[in-house]
């Protein structure tokens, strides 16, 4: 009878062993039942049904959704509610663990999936009040009817998919995770929204600019942080006349202007993402009508970032990308017009010092008197703990995201500060792409952009009608001039944001006489404009390379325009390669080193390279290691953290660059941490021989195996950065910096090019593919067409019933 139960009870804790997470052990034996574990997301290209109808309660009419080869759904519906019912069920379908597993880490909620481990995390996404903001948002996008139902239908089509999934059926991720997906609510949808906000524009470098005052004075600060480079080429060309008359700007406090003239700030307590797009004229195309191009650069991930779709009903026609998770097409076109995206980075977030009352901090110092602090108080699930309360502090500015010294999430969040960030405010991003789906030309392009909040964004727009125009958009704080570069005074009403600039007197450009527009993250327009933006944005190379491509261009076709986003010549290395052979070859760099004998073959192979940032070319592997290597010399020991003890930031590469190329006598290039003074051929020639010998110890003598494909190769890893499901050393060309900017870990996202004429055409891929299962054939399908730089034409139908080769599959979609 004892052996009869202790084995009964060994079975049990067997059974319940097997089938329990442990820690980050997943329940292995609901993981490889045959019945209900992986094995059952496997899938074959047969298993995708070409006719099917599904039975979706909800639905007011059927939809037909029709399949291209690629497995992008093409859906006709006949009302907006069953349009964007039918998009959040087929996103769904296709992509449910990603979109959910993003709004979780939006929310600050990924403890409760995996643990202990991402506290941290949770507690900083929820006291930078991303959760905060999107519910801000959420009242506007709801309080429209428009969007009210946009937002709504999607849910319930997202929720519909939900309600038929099995054990069986649920997404790998959520085995492997051993939870169940949630409703959907219209509150992801701006979760999403908002975590997009804080990838493009949720840091700021205010705690690293005020040490770096405080550090080396105003003269210094203005020299080498200077508010404009001397080499740049902006969205709006300087000149543009302007067709507003400005708001006047907020007056300087005069306590800002004795602090900065002081260099005296109050004592702190202790404590690389772009894209592409251009448009050209009808006048410069081959077809005489307007093309559009855009490309955005983002971390590379599987599942893909983006999924594409077509989504037809009364009054609405387009083609594109979509966030899963988030309805409409967010970068596309119609029969009429072409939009596409790039990241401003303007300065809409700022830190303020605060003064408390005292030690409770429940009552801080602010326009004379002392205002109470709000605290909220958040409830964090941590799986197989207990639930772990943190309270976090707000004032009028927005919430103080560490009240307490503690080491930091992101090293340069100040502590004790508050903040100021335009994501927090209510807007109807939702409504902007509602109306840039249905826009047929440039006052409906120009209405839509009207209630665009966060992130700021460089739309640019081409129609039918021969207009081309770019629009640096979103809510823009009306600034003094360099509020917000350094830490703000949070006692004093002067220094809070003082309104905003009107819509219309964005940044702007239309038909311009040089035939083209286009963004590359770089300054929005010229010291002509009269408002502030922001002081510091990405290096003019990227843009400045584009626009000397499309100034040079005529007859331009599609293809010329996919070329162009694969274009890999570095301006940096064009301008800075002949001065560092030449810094190496003074006789002040002293001789080469008997111990690096490859110093000479690697000179001959530099000398020969054109500045091409090809995946075969060894120059690049080189020069990339050489210059940042000089630029860490020349910088380290006085800005550096370890070298310091402060939070501060490198001047930028134009500032660099100007010492490098003209100051070969400035202080800045001893390192005061060594006995010895260093010269510039000195620390070139340091530099050259850290390059070979990083090289040499990866690879070997020189030879082709230094080539850069494989020094940098490129890696797609899924979003849990599971070994196996994602894609490892990439190997294809490009670089930061350069219009191909495919880096290690970011790159285009997604390449499309858009022909506008009679009959619509276009072109695009992704480096992915349209699912989000690692056992379909559709998960990154699409890779190989991405990494060798060609495009896929995308398939757009006129009808429903439009017939076309690569679309075979066709399904219905009813209430019954």
Known sequence: MIKALLALAVSFSLVWGLNTKH????????????????????????????????ALPGLRQPVTVRYDDHRVPHVFAQNDHDLYFAQGYLTAQDRLWQMEFQTHVA?????????????????????????FGAANSLRSMMAHPTTRTVLESYSAGVNAYIGQLTPATLPFEYKLLDYQPEPW?????????????????????????????????????????????????????????????????????????AAYAAHQLRDEPAADLGSNNFAVSGAKSASGYPLLANDPHLQLNLPSIWYQIQLSAPGVNVYGVTIPGSPLVIIGFNERVAWGVTNVAADVLDFYQLKFRD?????????????????????????????????????????????????????????????????????????????????????????ALASYGSPAQNFIFADTEQDIAIWPNGRFPLKWRDQGKFILDGTDPAYDWQGWIPPAQNPHVKNPARGFVSSANQFSAG??????????????????????RLSAMSGITPDSLRELQNDVLDLNAQLMLPRLLALVAAPGAGPASAAIPDETIVLAEMHRWRYQYTADAVGPSVFNLWYNDLVKRLWDDDFGAQATGLEMRYPARDRTNNLILNEDTSPWIDDHRTPARETLPELARQSLRFAIDSLTRKFGPPSPKWRWGSQKGTDLLHLLQLKGFGQLGVDCGGGAGIVNATSKRNGPSWRMVVALGPRVRAYGVYPGGQSGNPGSPFYNN???????????????????????????????????
């Not at 326009?367 to 309270?391: S, Y």
Request: aromatic content about 12%; overall charge positive.
């Open 527 to 548: 010291p002509d404009y009269p408002y502030y933006l922001n002081w510091t944005y990405s290096s003019y190379e990227r843009g400045h390379r584009i626009n000397q």
């Open 185 to 257: 609510q219209p509150l992801k949808c701006a979760l999403l929204l908002k975590f997009m906000a804080w990838d493009l524009s949720g840091r700021t470098d205010d705690l690293r600019m005020s040490n770096i005052l405080r550090r080396y004075g105003p003269a210094i600060t203005k020299d080498l942080f200077p508010d404009y480079p001397t080499r740049e080429d902006p969205i709006v060309p300087v000149g543009t006349p302007l067709d507003f008359k400005p708001l006047p700007i907020p007056a300087v406090p005069k306590s800002f202007e």
């Open 359 to 447: 030690s409770t901090r429940r009552e801080y110092w602010h326009d004379g008197r002392w205002k109470p602090v709000r605290r909220v108080v958040e409830h964090l699930k941590v799986r197989g703990q207990p639930d772990r309360l943190d309270t976090v502090l707000y004032t009028h500015h927005g919430p103080i995201v560490y009240d307490k010294p503690e080491k930091p999430f992101l090293a340069q969040t100040p502590i004790a500060h508050a903040m100021r960030w335009t994501a927090h405010d209510g807007a109807n991003e939702i409504l902007t792409f509602y109306q840039l789906n249905r826009a047929r030309s440039y006052p409906d392009y120009t209405a």
């Open 23 to 54: 820690g980050d052990v997943p329940p292995f034996g609901k993981l490889l039942s045959p019945y209900r574990g992986f094995w059952q997301n496997g899938e074959a290209p047969g298993d995708f049904p070409t006719r099917r109808t599904l």
């Open 782 to 816: 699409l890779l190989e067409t991405w990494r060798v730089g060609q495009l896929d034409e995308l398939v757009f139908l006129r009808s429903a019933q439009e017939p076309n080769p690569r679309v075979a599959t066709a399904w219905v979609l009813k209430n019954n």
């Open 107 to 131: 929310a600050g909620r990924l403890a409760e999936l995996v643990g202990p481990a991402r506290l941290e995390t949770d507690r900083f996404f929820r006291r930078m009040g991303l959760p």
